[in-house]
T-cell receptor
Framework: AQTVTQSQPEMSVQEAETVTLSCTYD???????LFWYKQPPSRQMILVIR??????QNATENRFSVNFQKAAKSFSLKISDSQLGDAAMYFC??????????????FGKGTKLTVNP | NAGVMQNPRHLVRRRGQEARLRCSPM?????VYWYRQLPEEGLKFMVY????????ESGMPKERFSAEFPKEGPSILRIQQVVRGDSAAYFC????????????FGPGTRLLVL
């Protein structure tokens, strides 16, 4: 069974600085998706970024980028020019690629990010 | 295009009562997933449904919990004879095509069992 580990329960960053959140996962599959979701105090789950495992190029979305290391099974999230609105819980998640495989998302326990003004 | 809708947003039940949580997927989406988030925890998969079919219920507790997604109307997660341990946030997500699509989440239902 796949597992997702986020080893940093809490992180903090100064406004306008850069922060990196760590995520590792365990799988025997060769093709899969990885996601970062953000959960602000409102508790709404918001998709931040998505990476297909077959793509070597790291995904980017504006100030958010990932460092995907497939061999190391590592998927970290970098937030550049941090803003107060980035303060939230961040969850890393894994999903199988294969049609007919499990469609469920497997989540890590989350990292609470605080942004200091 | 409206997002995933869940109601109620907050639900209070006494031990032994029934809880019904509703989820309307995004327009054009026919795949629905339910997840549960216990306090200070990540989300845990419960069940995956398509219209009129349960595809994967490997995360559902064997007793008291059931889910449906009828041909017409929202998906329903039903918890019978609730206990205090059922207190959690229940999230619904939907996607257009299961294995190629991103799942988009609703705002969740916070269930409190007194």
């Amino acid at each position: 069974a796949q597992t997702v580990t986020q080893s940093q329960p809490e992180m903090s960053v100064q406004e306008a600085e850069t922060v990196t959140l760590s995520c590792t996962y365990d799988t025997s599959e060769s093709d899969y998706y990885l996601f970062w979701y953000k959960q602000p105090p409102s508790r709404q789950m918001i998709l931040v970024i998505r990476q297909e495992a077959y793509k070597q190029q790291n995904a980017t979305e504006n100030r958010f980028s990932v460092n995907f290391q497939k061999a190391a099974k590592s998927f970290s999230l970098k937030i550049s020019d941090s803003q107060l609105g980035d303060a939230a819980m961040y969850f890393c998640a894994y999903r199988s690629w294969t049609q007919g495989g499990s469609e469920k998302l497997v989540f890590g326990k989350g990292t609470k990010l605080t942004v200091n003004p | 295009n409206a997002g995933v809708m869940q109601n109620p947003r907050h639900l209070v039940r006494r031990r032994g009562q029934e809880a019904r949580l509703r989820c309307s997927p995004m327009k054009g989406h026919s795949h629905v997933y339910w997840y549960r988030q216990l306090p200070e925890e990540g989300l845990k998969f419960m069940v995956y449904l398509q219209k009129e079919n349960i595809i994967d219920e490997s995360g559902m507790p064997k007793e008291r919990f059931s889910a449906e997604f009828p041909k017409e109307g929202p998906s329903i997660l039903r918890i019978q004879q609730v206990v205090r341990g059922d207190s959690a946030a229940y999230f619904c997500a939907s996607s257009g095509r299961a294995w190629q699509e991103t799942q988009y989440f609703g705002p969740g239902t916070r269930l409190l069992v007194l």
